[in-house]
């Protein structure tokens, strides 16, 4: 699991910390941490340190002090270490530390453009005191490197994303590593700055991270933490224990998304599905999957609301599912049929656009501060929220913090993929999970299934390997077990 917390937070902790150790020594083992990163990543691209050259991007702020005193490190193990000053005034301490280790200080130059030698470039302009975006001169620069393909280590994140929502409204630093410390941030986590950061490493530099109860936080799956928490049946699992879901989804005029949540729901596991949607949709799934069940009875769970296009009786399907105390998924065209107040065991499945609906917000609001929707969205509706894209979010009314499922490849982005992610998320409701569970699981599996499998693979296909997943990752939580 991946922790990370916005910019106020971290300062706290980093407040909290410095009452016991002074100032001064956080940054120093920021510094240390970061000139070992960017020493390993030498030794990976040249081979060496000795006679490598590297730039130190700097800002005014502490980031360029992180910067300025790793490269006073590296200069004092034979690195050829200059330091450009591209916004402001670099941090003082830093740059006496830099140059009396024999690095150098040079201005930005006018058309942007290093000259020189350069094995490697340090993005230490902006950090967590950055708003986003870049100076014009500075987003010249940032390209100018994009395009001669130096390797990039930012410091704590690429400078111009936004920390705290992971946006990239305006121009920004590329990097191949970014150097993180005490604890990631949500940018780390989320896209499109997430996309910009590459491997992210994690520096300890002794920060007491341990509260999460505060609505500050992200938890971000992995892919070990999937394998470790989903709900694998042992021996004594009947149908009831691996969950009985009833799905009423699709419509004589979309009927493929019945289909296709029948396909999640099956793939995921489900001890029995029980279709209740539209005629046309029941007659192809009774031709594709012979298992699935056509009569009323005993269900676990509910999935409503995938490709039920305009339905009259739309309102009064929720009513009743809801009258039934039992949990639902409500997907699609299902959400604009909500009560003012729904359960939290009920997972709202909405993309941008539906979200927006939702909160009588334009698109351009959710897309903005992902965040800061899905959290509005738990809030006001009860339920728990799946806000789904190329982050794809999880923030329910029983905590705190914003569950991240695991990222998977861009092509999963297709219709249909809800769809099956709908059936799957019904399927673990059914099984007992939290609806918030239910949905980082979902989420994650379908990612992980689309990350080891060359797509694109369209959502039915992508589905019916789902099995092939489980067995692996329940493999990987027997191996996780024997190794605890
Ligand atoms: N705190 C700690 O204990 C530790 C912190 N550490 C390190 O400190 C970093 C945070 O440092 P920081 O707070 O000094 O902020 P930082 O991002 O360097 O710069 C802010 C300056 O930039 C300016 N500015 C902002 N945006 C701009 C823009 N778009 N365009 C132009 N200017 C812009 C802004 O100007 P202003 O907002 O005042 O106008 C201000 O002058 C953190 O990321 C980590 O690396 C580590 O050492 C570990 C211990
Ligand atoms: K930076």
Known sequence: MITAATADTVRELERRTMLDVGDEVLMQRAAAGLAAAVAAELRRCAGRLHGTAVTVLVGPGDNGGDALFAGARLAARGVAVRAVACLGRPHAAGLAALLAAGGRLEDLPDDGRLRGPVTLVVDGVLGIGGRPGLPEAVARLAAA????????????????????TGAAPGAAFRADRT??????????????????????DLVDIGLQVTSDE?????????????????????????????????????????????????????????????????DR?????????????????????????????????????????????????????????????????????PHAGELARLLDRDRGWVTADPLRAVREAAARTGATVLLKGASQLVATPEHGWVGVAVPGPAWTAQAGSGDVLGGICATLLAAGLPAWQ??????????????????????????????ETLGRLEARSRALGATR
Not at 450 to 466: M, Q, T, V
């Open 145 to 164: 490197v994009d395009d001669a393909g130096w390797p990039v280590v930012a410091v704590d994140l690429p400078s111009g994303i936004d920390a705290d």
């Open 438 to 467: 239910a949905a980082l699981l979902g989420a994650s599996v379908q990612a992980v299934t689309a990350r080891h499998h060359p797509g694109p693979l369209p959502p039915h296909a992508l589905a019916e390997r789902l099995p």
């Open 281 to 349: 949709p029941a007659d192809l799934v009774r031709g594709l999957l012979p298992n699935v069940v056509f009569s009323p009875g005993r269900v676990q769970a509910h999935l409503l609301g995938s490709g039920w296009g305009d339905r009259p009786d739309g309102a009064d399907a929720v009513a009743a599912a809801l009258d039934t105390g039992l949990p639902a998924v409500v997907d699609a065209d299902g959400l604009r049929f909500l009560p003012d107040h729904l359960p939290a065991g009920w997972l709202l499945t």
């Open 179 to 200: 150097v993180t410390f005490g604890v990631h941030k949500p940018g780390h986590l989320l896209e499109p700055a997430r996309g910009r950061c590459g491997a992210v």
């Open 214 to 278: 505060d609505g500050g936080w992200l938890h971000g799956l992995e892919e070990d933490d999937l394998a470790r928490a989903w709900p694998y049946p042992g021996p004594a699992s009947d149908k009831y224990a691996r969950g009985v879901v009833g799905l009423d989804a699709g419509s004589d005029e979309y009927p493929g998304a019945g289909v296709l949540a029948t396909y999640g729901a099956v793939h995921a596991g489900a001890g029995m599905v029980r279709f209740l949607g539209a």
